[in-house]
């Protein structure tokens, strides 16, 4: 019995142990020793990739979000489909959809230049996004690090339901996030990313055509012209159209004026919802908006992340090794 006890005793320990380490191990520092120029190679990639294009900022910080609520932040979507791979690019959410693969892939090969087979694809993607954000005027953070790469692709379950449906209502929403860890707040905050970006007509024209009253009337006619009943499911819209190439606070005065594009952005203001305060908060106060969106990265970056020696650190990004 008492022997029963003692080793309960020390596999608790040992699990609490172990889990603190694996938790410890993302860290802003973690590539300091092993390979010094990764973040700043990483960053000129980035940089070079929304030079060209603006919107390459808001795509790699939506493929981050991407990556993380699947399988933890694994890289795994990146994984080109094989005879032995499902693709996740392929899955609903992601398909021709997601996009930034290749600016992805360049920052991996001026990495693998300078330090081969030390830095893995999912923290690039990582770098990536907060790089993202700091270019076109968004909050900055000490991001980090640590992360290993999957050996697989999980399609089916980025089919099924772990990332959210463009028309969830605000308690799904809800219930997805704090499925992965996430409360209320980092929601409202994390959804502050469709304040650069843009989305296809086909996944909000019925919020435009439903004659609803938590739509502005002007705005759903301007939207109109370029998302007809029929047709034009390609054709972009901005998902700020204030300021669509700036990561400032705008979406959630959009919000306010009913202005939002999607249906899961006006969920979060109106018609008491119950995120009314925060959307009203982060409308009026920038700051405070920037500081919370940093904080809910970091959260979101550290979604089930493979440390130690799980996983692998790819040599290529769209392939296992
Ligand atoms: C809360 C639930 C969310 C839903 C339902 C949602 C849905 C969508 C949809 C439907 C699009 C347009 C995609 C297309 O046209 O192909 C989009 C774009 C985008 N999303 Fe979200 N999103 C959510 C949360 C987030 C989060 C948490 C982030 C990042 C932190 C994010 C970042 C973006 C960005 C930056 C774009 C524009 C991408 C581009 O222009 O390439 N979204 N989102
Ligand atoms: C919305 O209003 C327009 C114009 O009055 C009408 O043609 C259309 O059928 C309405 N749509 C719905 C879904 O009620
Ligand atoms: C805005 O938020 C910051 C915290 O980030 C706080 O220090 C400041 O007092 C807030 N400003 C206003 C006007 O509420």
Redesign the pocket.
Known sequence: MERFSLRFVLMMVSIILTSSICQAQLSPTFYDQSCRNALSKIRSSVRTAIARER?MA??L??M??HDCFVHGCDASILLEGTSTIESERDALPNF?????FEVIDKAKSEVEKVCPGIVSCADIIAVAARDASEYVGGPKWAVKVGRRDSTAAFKALANSGEL???K?TLDQ?SGL?SKKGLNTRD?VA??G??T?????CF?FRDRLYENSSDIDAGFASTRKRRCPTVGGDGN?AA?DLVTPNSFDNNYYKNLMQKKGL?V?DQVLFGSGASTDGIVSEYSKNRSKFAADFATA?IK?GNIEPLTGSNGEIRKICSFVN
């Open positions: 919107r808001a795509s910080i939506r981050h979000f021709k959809s997601v996009r930034g959210p449906g463009f969830d929403l996030f929601l994390l959804s990313a469709h650069i970006g843009q989305s296809q996944l972009l998902l999607l899961t990265m979101m």
